[in-house]
């Protein structure tokens, strides 16, 4: 059982060089060949196994920053400024989709080592664990303050690979009178299998899951939504430093400007038949 508020990803850049065309490239305000370490918890992890049990996948997802001005003495956030957060395995990052599920994107996992200099997964468990099989367990373990994780498991039909999320119960909603629960929380991180190349996923789906009984598990799946134009007048507007600003503005890189940030929903819902637990921590 992962103990999630104690398992952290730490990671340093490679030495600072200067962008061709950008003055803030990657947020980062500091000089060239400067270095910097950022560490954060996790939130999830995704697992599969392909049909004979084996484990073929492990990904994580990582704690969220806004996207941010890096070390900066003011002007800390970026306006317009956007969600940032990492998912990856123990070799690549994995793209988050900004698409809905039926929509394919031009997304590709990159090596960790592309943008990291080193970097170190710090994984930490419970000394035990034990699985709480009806709502009366739930319930009390609730109601005195145990820490409680989720697993949901299903299968994919097309690929057979089974996926098993482990989460944190942030959530649980107790009916303790008429024997009811209803887990209600996230992020988890969910594998585009269309995108299974045998190996690895180049696409993840960040969810929030649901589930009131043990064999049905429900997923609320984001995507980004274009703004209306009258709205998108204020939300493009720079405050302070801007990102797309340019080291030499008569030198512009293809396609400029790019496209500012989009706004976030959770939409797209996913109802599957699967295997779902609530597990208490058994501290030592």
């Given amino acids: 059982m992962i103990n999630f508020p104690r398992s952290t990803f730490t990671w340093q850049i490679h030495p600072w060089t200067?962008?061709?065309?950008?003055?803030?490239?990657?947020?980062?305000?500091g000089k060239p060949g400067q270095v910097y370490?950022?560490?954060?918890?996790?939130?999830?992890?995704?697992?599969?196994?392909?049909?004979?049990?084996?484990?073929?996948g492990e990904y994580f997802l990582g704690a969220p920053c806004h996207?941010?001005?890096?070390?900066a003495d003011t002007n800390l956030f970026q306006i317009p400024s956007a969600e940032w957060r990492l998912a990856?395995?123990?070799?690549?990052?994995?793209?988050?989709?900004?698409?809905?599920?039926?929509?394919?994107?031009?997304?590709?996992?990159?090596?960790?080592?592309?943008?990291?200099r080193d970097w170190q997964l710090n994984l930490r468990s419970f000394a035990g664990?034990?699985?709480?099989?009806?709502?009366?367990?739930?319930?009390?373990?609730?109601?005195?303050?145990?820490?409680l994780n989720a697993r949901s498991?299903?299968?994919?039909r097309r690929t057979g690979l089974e996926v098993e999320l482990e989460y944190p119960v942030n959530v649980m909603n107790l009916n303790v009178a008429d024997g009811e629960f209803q887990v209600?929380?996230?992020?988890?991180?969910?594998?585009?299998?269309?995108?299974?190349?045998g190996s690895t996923v180049q696409r993840v789906f960040l969810a929030h899951a649901a589930f009131s009984r043990f064999d049905r598990v429900e997923f609320l799946l984001r995507r980004e939504v274009e703004a209306a134009p009258h709205e998108r007048a204020w939300?493009?507007?720079?405050?302070?430093?801007?990102?797309?600003?340019?080291?030499?503005?008569?030198?512009?890189?293809?396609?400029?400007?790019?496209?500012?940030p989009w706004p976030t929903v959770f939409n797209e819902t996913w109802e599957l038949e699967g295997r779902n637990a609530v597990v208490e921590a058994v501290e030592a």
């Fill in 67 to 71: 996207t941010e001005y890096t070390i």
């Fill in 235 to 260: 939300l493009d507007q720079p405050r302070g430093r801007d990102r797309l600003e340019l080291a030499d503005p008569a030198k512009q890189p293809p396609g400029y400007p790019p496209p500012r």
């Fill in 153 to 156: 498991c299903y299968t994919d």
């Fill in 18 to 29: 200067p962008d061709p065309y950008y003055k803030w490239a990657g947020g980062f305000v």
């Fill in 37 to 56: 370490h950022v560490r954060f918890d996790l939130d999830a992890c995704c697992r599969l196994r392909d049909q004979q049990g084996r484990q073929v």
């Fill in 184 to 197: 209600c929380t996230g992020p988890v991180l969910l594998p585009d299998l269309a995108t299974w190349d």
């Fill in 129 to 147: 664990e034990k699985v709480l099989p009806e709502a009366a367990s739930i319930a009390r373990a609730t109601l005195a303050g145990a820490a």
């Fill in 88 to 116: 990856f395995s123990a070799t690549h990052s994995l793209p988050l989709a900004r698409r809905p599920s039926t929509e394919a994107e031009a997304a590709q996992a990159t090596p960790l080592s592309r943008g990291f």
